[in-house]
């Protein structure tokens, strides 16, 4: 085998996917993975750097030419075996994560031609473990492998708030090392932004619910329906014998335009509408019975990440016409490259450089349209980029029966409201150490959307990592 | 979890139940609500919290049957339990000593005025009560409101048992007759409620309602529940569910009210049928 020249010939595998037409009209995931040929192939791609980039590019350090080695090789075992020694939630990183932005940026491969497919060869391990049946753990059996893996018990109780990304990943690190974690989530089934956020068509529930289990099966505790800040405050979980509490509880507060009709029925924001699509299953209404508008023309302001997911989410509800409508332009859209693309096969419209005056309704309150005006870039401004500035006499309307308000989420002051103690930035998120996760009340940490502002899966797992050991050394050191 | 302990129809088609929850009865105070989920495919409802047992951990809900949720709820017995149950949610009524308060409540809003009534008056407040219903056999609760008020007052819109009056024209009787009220206090049915505050409007005394918008999570994530009120909107799961009356943009919450009606009707037929279908 001539080796050398093949890893220059072999192209980067695309992954197989539902055509747009077909899946425009379904809920199914949108990539079916690859087969484990295809990723052998693909793993022969990386060329094992000695000083690998892409684990840099990674917030939770993941051994990426560890396991990419490793599934060239057929070892698919030991190749999930690598990637859970740094994370607990493969299926839904190789999906969510912007991979492009991340570890595959910086591949060296990357600098002449593709980068090593990492995110799909991540996504290929988690699934292949799954279908295999490889993660599961007899119950209340520990099997080798978590025998392998978990520190013998500390005695210690934590309480990790918010059942999402970094929540997960802090319980997860935490029961590693031995600690007693029980994880409350205000909603009735765990997973946070992964469940009531991302859509089916994204990021499959089952996924989530086995990741979820997996951390069960690990001895994590999970309590829904559970409010801190309501049902239990985080003074009353010291009180209980928990001796380190952990915030992670998103970006939880929509944030609307303040324009006039806003309340007609009709606008939503995305996490409403989202929430009653993904977490209540209201595209399956009436068989369940939380609804949702199914809008036959559709607007969606905003570009990022959750208007794309509002956008596609409209369109498998049936909508004739989606747009997204954006202030600024294609190059300042803040969703993933793929996602657009995802978006724009399955018939997203988008209108870029153009706002919102207010909305238009009939007399029973229904949204009927909006009043746009079009906008041009200037200078740019605190986030870099170029501001968008109203161009005078552009107004023009447009007919719509459903909007969407997708412009970002903030700080839900819930819990922080009734626990004073812990101090807030200007914007209401928590504010807190930026290698620790320390807040300023003793005992308690801080970490994702909460400090962060709305952000990625990735990055809220990154730092719930940094936070889990910060509440590992305070358990057994101190503060 | 969430088990029935007790279950009631206290007059036809309001129901009370006595659910465990003993997190949620520990913390629950005048005014809160619970939502709940009847079982995995159900939707999230608010329900006020008529009564709690901090000992024995349960909680009472009062609720009426109005469409698929509330008939599902009230098919169920002693013994079953509800899918999910979280709370206490929402700021509670504001209780001090004001002077004389007038508690009034309306229909399945008679059991949440309950312990509104009852901590007002265990801060020292004169209460007076005033219930409604369409017609007397819809009346329930009437020796307990008297236990915790200083008097009280049955209106119902037949004339089928006291004078044939509705709420607004109560609150306005007591002010005629020389009655001094400091404050008036809502819970009931929107319509009851706006014609409460437009009442009480031009007379000068501060009325606060509860209200019922649709909800999802009821923790202040969604905006489903968003209500104008003096020109600013607001959330009714964590700014209120308590408002001042007079600053409610009543036309707003009642359009937002009928957002899925449609969709309402469409379900509680789909679930009709399903029941049909099984005898």
Same mark, same amino acid.
């Given at each position: ?16 996917? @539902? ?7 379904? &809920? ?26 892409? =684990? ?8 990426? #030419? ?23 939630? #493969? ?13 595959? *940026? ?14 799909? +060869? ?7 473990? /799954? ?26 109780? %934590? ?45 499959? *529930? ?8 997996? =951390?069960? *099966? ?23 014998? &928990? ?24 606008? &939503?924001?995305a996490n409403e509408y989202l929430t009653r699509s993904n977490l209540m299953k209201a595209y399956l209404f009436p068989e369940y019975d939380t609804p949702i508008i199914r809008g036959k023309n559709v607007v969606v302001f905003g570009a990022g990440n959750v208007? =794309? ?5 409209? +369109? $498998? ?8 409508? &954006?202030? /600024? ?6 969703? /993933? ?35 746009? @005006? ?10 870099? /980029? ?39 930035? $200007? ?53 | ?30 005014? @809160? ?58 700021? !509670? ?21 309950? !312990? ?19 017609? *007397?056999? +819809? ?35 007591? %002010? ?32 606060? %309602? ?70």
């Amino acid at each position: 085998m001539e080796e050398k020249e093949k890893k220059e010939k072999i192209p980067r595998q695309p992954m197989p996917e @539902q055509e747009p037409k077909v899946r425009v009209r379904n &809920y199914k995931e949108v990539p079916f993975g690859y087969s484990p040929e295809t990723a052998m192939l693909e793993a022969s791609r990386c060329i094992q750097c000695k000083n690998p980039g892409c =684990m840099t590019g990674c917030p939770v350090e993941i051994d990426i #030419p560890g396991f990419i080695a490793r599934i060239k090789e057929g070892d698919f075992a030991g190749g999930i075996a690598k990637i859970k020694e740094r994370n607990l939630l #493969p299926a839904v990183c190789g999906r969510v994560c912007p991979q492009e932005v991340q570890c595959e *940026k910086v591949c060296i491969l990357g600098k002449k031609g593709e980068p090593v497919a990492i995110g799909r +060869l991540e996504r290929f391990l988690a699934d292949w473990e /799954r279908s295999e049946g490889a993660g599961s753990i007899p119950e209340n059996e520990p099997s080798a492998e978590t025998k392998a893996i978990k520190e013998p018990l500390t005695g210690k109780r %934590v309480a990790v708030v918010g059942s999402g990304p970094s929540g997960l990943t802090v319980a997860g690190d935490l029961i590693l090392k031995g600690h007693d974690v029980t994880v409350f989530e205000a909603f009735q089934i765990p997973g946070g932004v992964l469940i009531y956020g991302i859509p089916e068509f994204r990021l499959p *529930k089952a996924i989530v619910a086995a990741e979820v289990d997996y =951390m069960k *099966k690990l001895g994590v505790k999970f309590e829904c329906d559970m409010v801190v800040g309501a049902t239990v405050s985080v003074d009353e979980l010291f009180e209980q014998g &928990y001796g380190a509490v952990y915030v992670g509880v998103g970006a939880g507060l929509p944030v609307f335009m303040n324009i006039p009709g806003e309340n007609l029925i009709g606008v &939503y924001s995305a996490n409403e509408y989202l929430t009653r699509s993904n977490l209540m299953k209201a595209y399956l209404f009436p068989e369940y019975d939380t609804p949702i508008i199914r809008g036959k023309n559709v607007v969606v302001f905003g570009a990022g990440n959750v208007a =794309m997911d509002s956008a596609r989410t409209a +369109l $498998r509800l049936g909508a004739d016409q989606v747009r997204i409508i &954006y202030r /600024r332009s294609r190059e300042e859209m803040p969703a /993933r490259i793929e996602e657009i693309h995802h978006g724009e096969e399955e018939g997203l419209e988008f209108h870029l450089l153009a706002a919102p005056l207010n909305f238009i309704g009939d007399s029973d309150g229904r949204l009927t349209g909006v009043r746009c @005006q079009r906008m041009e870039l200037g200078e740019p401004d605190e986030s870099g /980029r170029r501001r968008p500035v109203p161009i005078k006499g552009s107004e023009f309307e447009t007919e719509c029966d459903t909007a969407v308000i997708s412009i970002g989420a903030g700080a839900n002051p819930l819990l922080t409201k009734a626990t004073p103690d812990i101090q807030l930035n $200007r914007w209401g998120n928590i504010i807190a150490e930026p290698e620790t996760g320390k807040t300023t009340k003793k005992g308690v940490w801080a970490g994702g959307d909460i400090v962060t502002g709305q952000a990625t899966v990735i990055l809220a797992m990154g730092a719930g990592r940094q936070v889990a050991n910060s509440i590992h050394n305070y358990l057994i050191i101190g503060w | 979890m969430y088990k029935i302990l007790a279950k009631e129809e206290l007059v036809p088609n309001i129901h009370l139940i006595n659910v465990e929850a003993p997190a949620v009865a520990k913390k629950a105070q005048p005014g @809160q609500f619970v939502i709940i989920t009847v079982d995995e495919k159900g939707e999230r409802i608010p329900l006020t919290v008529a009564d709690w047992d901090r000992e024995k951990g349960f909680i009472t809900i009062v609720f009426m049957e109005v469409g698929t949720t509330t008939q599902r709820l009230a098919l169920l017995n002693a013994g079953d339990s509800l899918y999910s149950l979280v709370g206490p949610l929402g700021i !509670p009524t504001h209780i001090e000593k004001f002077g004389t308060v007038v508690c009034v409540g309306g229909c399945y809003g008679i059991a949440a005025m309950m !312990p509104i009534a009852r901590a007002m008056k265990e801060a020292g407040n004169k209460v007076i009560s005033v219930i409604e219903g369409r017609s *007397k056999y +819809l009346l329930f609760w009437e020796e307990e409101l008297k236990r915790v008020s200083d008097q009280l007052f049955v209106t119902v819109g037949d004339g089928s048992h006291a004078a044939e009056r509705w709420i607004p024209d109560q609150v306005k009787q007591i %002010v005629d007759s020389g009655g001094k009220i400091d404050l008036v206090v809502a819970f009931g049915c929107t319509f009851m409620m706006k014609l409460t505050s437009e009442t009480t409007k031009p007379l000068g005394i501060k009325t606060v %309602v509860h209200l019922s918008s649709i909800m999802v999570d009821g923790t202040g994530m969604c905006g489903c529940c968003r209500v104008s009120v003096g020109g600013e909107t607001r959330f009714a799961c964590v700014d209120g569910p308590e408002f001042d009356g007079h600053e409610v943009d009543w036309d707003v919450l009642l359009s937002r009210q009928r957002g899925y009606q449609d969709e309402e009707i469409q379900s509680l037929q789909e679930w009709e049928s399903r029941q049909w279908s099984r005898t």
